[in-house]
């Protein structure tokens, strides 16, 4: 066995248990298990937030958006759209034209964002399992369909059973008008829609969208082939890398090619960004409790003063005492972070499996907490874990082989 960590494991299992040295060591390894366990946790809660949030825009968003580079609308000719078509991998393209208007049924009315889309969208299948009443249908026997947001159908009443009571929407002729006078209605144009379905993604949607055909877009906004995006869903979504670089290749520089995490960069972005900052503060707090090992081990370093001393004179040189107090620390740190591993990986699992920690709100999509482990993390709280612990033995270490042999 190497000597210095023979002796290193001496000193660790031979004190005596009532020994202060012996309690703030047991500290020491107490508050770095903890730290750990609590990295390890938290960073797996972000994880799975973070996938979570993803999870959700998928119903929502697709695979690539194509939106011009410069302004808000760009020429949508059948060219553009065979061009794409052309691209390996791509599964379909759906046209939209998306504008915020007046919605109003019956006495309510509010401001959201009129989404209308082609008969392309609907067979995507992405908004079909978001359905919580109604029928995801946009047109038939040459009927306007509208799908709404369930905060939209909650703030305006809306009746999916009432075929005959439409809703009514609302946009200025005139772009230029600042306010909404409806005394002047040839101010406006008006269009009805049939309310066949109602979705529920996420608030942020819920609040704000509403799916209408792309002809009634066309016709309420007063547009031919204008478009405000192209949604692409891809064949194989393994290839959407790939995919993407292809049609910013045939595109060009006018449009902007975006994958779903681009679509919801600044969100993400926010998410990540939390997690460095509760990563950086966690990290804080074990070098705050890692200031133990660096008391227990000087006190050791005293207390084993004679010991030393005996230790040179039978032929040790500095580096071997250094090494054996280095290693004091070291079992410390290693056990504590092992610890700290196990049960931050037992609570991730246990939340995982039976979810016991509850999000608390009340008609949230999801109950408990999402978990997502992900062995970097493991890993790295491992490595930061020992390294600052290390840090914290090192002077003890160093003073310890300084003593003076008489």
Same mark, same amino acid.
């Given at each position: 066995?190497?000597?210095?960590?023979?002796?290193?494991?001496?000193?660790?299992?031979?004190?005596?248990?009532?020994?202060?040295?012996?309690?703030?060591?047991?500290?020491?390894?107490?508050?770095?298990?903890?730290?750990?366990?609590a !990295?390890v946790?938290?960073?797996?809660?972000?994880?799975?937030?973070?996938?979570?949030?993803?999870g959700?825009?998928k119903?929502?968003?697709?695979?690539l958006?194509?939106?011009?580079?410069?302004?808000?609308?760009?020429?949508?000719?059948?060219?553009?759209?065979?061009?794409?078509?052309?691209?390996? @991998?791509?599964?379909?393209?759906?046209?939209?034209?998306?504008?915020?208007?007046?919605l109003?049924?019956?006495?309510?009315?509010?401001?959201?964002?009129?989404?209308?889309?082609?008969?392309?969208?609907?067979?995507?299948?992405?908004?079909?399992?978001?359905?919580?009443?109604?029928?995801?249908?946009?047109?038939?026997?040459?009927?306007?369909?509208?799908?709404?947001?369930?905060?939209?159908?909650?703030?305006?009443?809306?009746?999916?059973?009432a075929?005959?009571?439409?809703?009514?929407?609302?946009?200025?002729?005139?772009?230029?008008?600042?306010?909404?006078?409806?005394y002047?209605?040839?101010?406006?144009?008006?269009?009805?829609?049939?309310?066949?379905?109602?979705?529920?993604?996420?608030?942020?949607?819920d609040?704000?969208?509403i799916?209408?055909?792309?002809?009634f877009?066309?016709?309420?906004?007063?547009?031919?082939?204008?478009?405000?995006?192209?949604e692409?869903k891809?064949?194989?979504?393994?290839e959407?890398?790939?995919?993407?670089?292809?049609?910013?290749?045939?595109?060009g520089?006018?449009?902007?090619?975006?994958?779903?995490?681009?679509?919801?960069?600044?969100?993400?972005?926010?998410?990540?960004?939390?997690?460095?900052?509760?990563? !950086?503060?966690?990290?804080?707090?074990?070098?705050?409790?890692?200031?133990?090992?660096?008391?227990?081990?000087?006190?050791?370093?005293?207390?084993?003063?004679?010991?030393?001393?005996?230790?040179?004179?039978?032929?040790?040189?500095?580096?071997?005492?250094?090494?054996?107090?280095?290693?004091?620390?070291?079992?410390?740190?290693?056990? @504590?972070?092992?610890?700290?591993?196990?049960?931050?990986?037992?609570?991730?699992?246990?939340?995982?499996?039976?979810?016991?920690?509850?999000? @608390?709100?009340?008609?949230?999509?999801?109950?408990?907490?999402?978990?997502?482990?992900?062995?970097?993390?493991?890993?790295?709280?491992?490595?930061?874990?020992?390294?600052?612990?290390?840090?914290?033995?090192?002077?003890?270490?160093?003073?310890?082989?300084?003593?003076e042999?008489?």
């Open positions: 066995m190497n000597f210095p960590f023979f002796i290193a494991k001496r000193y660790f299992f031979a004190r005596k248990k009532t020994s202060f040295i012996s309690l703030i060591s047991m500290i020491s390894m107490l508050g770095v298990g903890v730290g750990t366990m !990295l946790v938290v960073l797996s809660v972000f994880n799975g937030l973070e996938d979570f949030q993803r959700l825009y119903s929502f968003d697709a695979d958006k194509v939106s011009a580079k410069k302004g808000k609308y760009f020429s949508c000719p059948p060219a553009l759209l065979k061009k794409i078509s052309k691209v390996h @991998g791509i599964g379909s393209i759906t046209q939209v034209i998306e504008e915020n208007v007046l109003r049924y019956r006495n309510a009315q509010m401001v959201v964002n009129l989404k209308g889309v082609d008969e392309s969208f609907l067979k995507q299948e992405r908004l079909q399992k978001t359905m919580i009443d109604g029928h995801a249908i946009l047109q038939d026997s040459g009927i306007a369909y509208s799908i709404v947001g369930s905060g939209i159908a909650v703030k305006l009443g809306i009746d999916i059973d075929f005959f009571t439409p809703l009514e929407v609302w946009y200025p002729r005139n772009k230029q008008t600042k306010t909404l006078d409806f002047a209605t040839d101010a406006f144009n008006k269009m009805n829609l049939v309310p066949a379905g109602v979705f529920a993604i996420e608030q942020q949607y609040d704000n969208y799916y209408a055909p792309l002809s877009a066309q016709n309420l906004f007063e547009l031919e082939n204008q478009r405000t995006a192209l692409i891809v064949a194989n979504e393994e959407v890398a790939t995919i993407q670089d292809a049609l910013k290749d045939v595109l520089n006018e449009f902007v090619v975006q994958n779903q995490d681009e679509q919801h960069a600044s969100l993400l972005r926010a998410i990540k960004i939390e997690k460095l900052f509760v990563f !950086l503060t966690l990290t804080f707090i074990i070098g705050i409790a890692s200031f133990n090992i660096f008391f227990s081990l000087s006190m050791l370093a005293i207390e084993k003063k004679e010991d030393v001393k005996t230790l040179y004179a039978m032929g040790a040189d500095a580096k071997i005492i250094q090494k054996i107090f280095l290693l004091e620390g070291a079992i410390v740190a290693f056990t @504590g972070a092992i610890v700290g591993l196990i049960l931050g990986f037992t609570i991730c699992w246990l939340q995982l499996t039976y979810g016991f920690i509850s999000m @608390g709100i009340v008609g949230a999509l999801i109950d408990a907490y999402p978990i997502k482990m992900e062995f970097s993390d493991f890993f790295f709280t491992a490595v930061v874990v020992v390294i600052i612990t290390l840090l914290a033995s090192y002077f003890p270490a160093k003073r310890a082989a300084s003593v042999i008489v």
